[in-house]
């Protein structure tokens, strides 16, 4: 079984800026986020991003958010929900392909399920 810190590890390697697992209220459970981010403040923006998503869904007769995705001038936020109420967010540079950021997402998730 993979703890939680080698997922945010292994995402690491795989050229991803930044990352975390928090829970829904914005609790850190493990993180490698740039040096000029506040984790706790980027924890509960994050949580309070896919608590407006899941706002939005309901208002739309829609089932709960899966991922939301920010996109900015320099990168890209990727927050994805997991088993138990627990999100994980990785900050990736512009220049990455997004569709190999969600397959390295899908797999951490996994991993983060298997070690719930």
Do not use: Q, W
Request: hydrophobic letters at 40%.
């Amino acid at each position: 079984m993979v703890g939680m810190d080698e997922v945010i590890t292994s995402l690491m390697r795989k050229g991803i800026k930044g990352s975390a697992i928090i829970d829904k209220e914005g609790s850190v459970y493990s993180s490698d986020l740039p040096p000029s981010v506040h984790e706790e403040t980027f924890a509960i923006m994050c949580a309070t991003v896919v608590g407006a998503s899941n706002s939005a869904n309901s208002e739309l007769d829609m089932s709960g958010t899966n991922k939301v995705i920010i996109e900015a001038k320099e990168g890209h936020i990727v927050i994805a929900n997991t088993k138990n109420n627990l999100l994980l967010t990785v900050i990736v540079d512009k220049k990455r392909e997004l569709g190999k950021i969600f397959n390295e997402v899908e797999k951490a998730i996994s991993k983060i399920n298997e070690s719930i």
